[in-house]
């Protein structure tokens, strides 16, 4: 939020000398070089290009020796000798692949992510890359869009905490290359709004829903220290994001005043073109740069036509300066000057080491919602039962890795039924039937699977998405199972065998008659190179679950977008009615509840917790002051188990709706059988207010409700009010 006062002016007095120096002895040509992105391959005369210092940086290659020849040229070869940049997507891992970002977002275990994000900048760094195109950091309240799977769900609040972690672990100061990595949240800004899920569609916010949903996880990024950012693909409201003043100038600039390098992304400045802003390639130049775009990736708009915009004086040779400052000082900080060379007998003790992946099945377990266990059904005891293992995710690896996993290699990933197989030895009775591809009519074998379940004790069925469902480009309107894996539970659960699923996919799937058919239902997302173990371990009770939802799983397509902290609208449905003919002339549907399946914040545990003794120490809040809150959290089970308690808000009157719960506290506890806890929380009144009429931050007086519970909810009331 917009406070008084100067922000991010992180100024490095060393280094803004040494860029003005360089920057008054550069030509034009020399400039708009500094503001050009390409992949090496699709490049045709590269090294004439890289010699006349016309190119500062390569993206999405990851050939070493290329890389440090390339350099070679740049450094060298060239008037001025300015390194380039190499920037690479290394969203979830680089080698060593991590769960999704969206799976690792349901640990709400910021630490582990920065630990997570600091594995992949030692990998990335160690292979020659200097700039990694993440964390994303796009609010997404709409499972069709695919690439839900690369951010961290629905709520600002969490967001911005994961936002922070993943950016510090991203820019780590040691690593092992000596070098530091430069992150790249993305995707500025509102992408995760696109109309009806679909990629790439329209969005039209509200200026006020920009500031309060969307834009806060790229301020906690750059509070961080994010040393660039990604314009997306969307317009905004009518302009597209890579040309609009308002978010790279008034909001970036002047606003935060953050000092970083924008970034178009892939082709976007081209785009314009589409969009119905740009009239060609060299008006999408002007606008682009007018806006306030730093660095052109792979359009070659900046390439073509930056010098004779300039000279014609279209673009003010000002801007380009302050474009060139900003991209020559992100190469000074990270050392780019000092070693534009990376050692390449680095890699081969750093990528894919077993402590990474070690951390990578720690990431997974804690990243696994339990969304079901009726009767106890899990854990299963290895050995004393039958297993029929049945699905076309059970057997798989590649699509564990789940999109954009970078340099991972399927023969990393541990399978469902390897998992498995190590966990009950060779006595263990476990059949193995695929039942269906995981989409399309293909050849199936139902009947196999039938008769499998049939012989067994119990059936875990692993079930979902390929990982080619999910991510860009990958939205989805029907939101089923997909195939027919529906056709194969239906099957399966006519025998009577007690079902155990688990759900492996990129984004929350409508499945209620899943829920309703099997026993006990993980959801395990695509959950990288050690996903097989991470769900053996939970289905044999090695690992207790702890993972808490951090997006709706819808009933129907029909209710999205379906997030927790929904307004209260004029007609709610206060009788508890969950459908219109209940309550009549409600806010409701005539045909389903507006709840969740499951909702935000929701996962079971093999043990359980309970909430007690709620205490608003603060009955009333100072502007300065904050909110204090504490509970007693008890594990009331049998087995130690990690609870992700959580603190939620209502702002019951205010100049602007509010929404009916506001995320604004959590934390994980670690409780033996019979262990209690104090959970305490403490909200500074700052955080407690909103964009206001005029679309400056605001906290105003007055009455708020308070909870403290394990999900969006459920959890002990209490109320206070701010003076
Ligand atoms: C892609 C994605 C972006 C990625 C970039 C470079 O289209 O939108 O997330 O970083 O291009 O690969």
Known sequence: MVEDG??????????????????ARMTLAEKVGQLVQITPDMTPDLDARLKDGRIGSILSFHDLPRINRYQQIAVEESRLGIPLIVGNDVVHGYRTIFPIPLAESCTWDPPLLERAARVAAEEASAAGTHWIFAPMVDICRDPRWGRIAEGAGEDPFLGMALARARVRGFQAGDLASGRRIAACPKHYVAYGAAEAGRDYN????????????????????????????????????????????????????????????????YEAMRELIPHGLAADLKDAARLSMRAGLDMDMVSDAYAGYLDALVAEG???????????????????????????????TLAAGIVGRDD??????????????????????????????????????ADNRQDLLGTWAALGRPEDVESVREGMRSHLGDHGRLTYTRGCPIAGDGPADIGAAVAAARAADVVVLVLGESEAMSGEAHSRSHLGLP?????????????????VGVLMSGRPLVIPRLAAQVGALLAAWHGGVRAGRAVADILFGAANPSGKLTASFPRTEGQIPIYYAHKNTGRPPEGGGTRQFEEAYKSTYLDEPNTPLFPFGYGR???????RDLKVETPTVGRDGALVVSAVVRNTGARRGDEVAQLYVRDLVGSITRPVKELKGFQRLTLQPGEEQVVRFEVPARQLGFVGLDMRYVVEPGAFKVWVGPNSAEGLEGEFEIA
């Open 356 to 393: 990474f992946r070690d951390l990578a099945l720690r990431v997974a377990r804690e990243s696994m919602v339990l969304l079901k266990n009726e009767e106890e059904l899990l854990p299963l005891s290895p050995g004393d039962r039958s297993i029929a293992l049945i699905g076309p995710l």
């Open 314 to 344: 279209a673009v003010p040779v000002s801007l380009v300066d302050e474009a060139v400052r900003r991209v020559l000082r992100l190469k000074m900080r990270l050392g780019l000057f000092e070693q534009p060379y990376t050692d390449e």
């Open 605 to 611: 545990s093999y043990t359980t917790f309970g909430y």
């Open 202 to 265: 329209t969005v039209d916010i509200s200026e006020r829903t920009l500031r309060e949903v969307y834009l806060p996880p790229f301020e906690a990024a750059f509070e961080a220290g994010a040393g660039s950012v990604m314009s997306s693909f969307n317009e905004i409201a009518g302009v597209p994001a890579t040309a609009n003043p308002f978010i790279l100038r008034t909001v970036l600039r002047e606003e935060w005043r953050w000092p970083g390098v924008t970034l178009s992304d």
């Open 483 to 499: 195939g027919r894996q529906q056709e194969l539970v239906d099957a399966v659960a006519a025998t009577g065998t007690p079902l």
């Open 6 to 23: 100067p922000r991010y002016n992180d100024i490095d007095m060393e280094i803004d000398a040494r860029v003005e120096g360089l920057l």
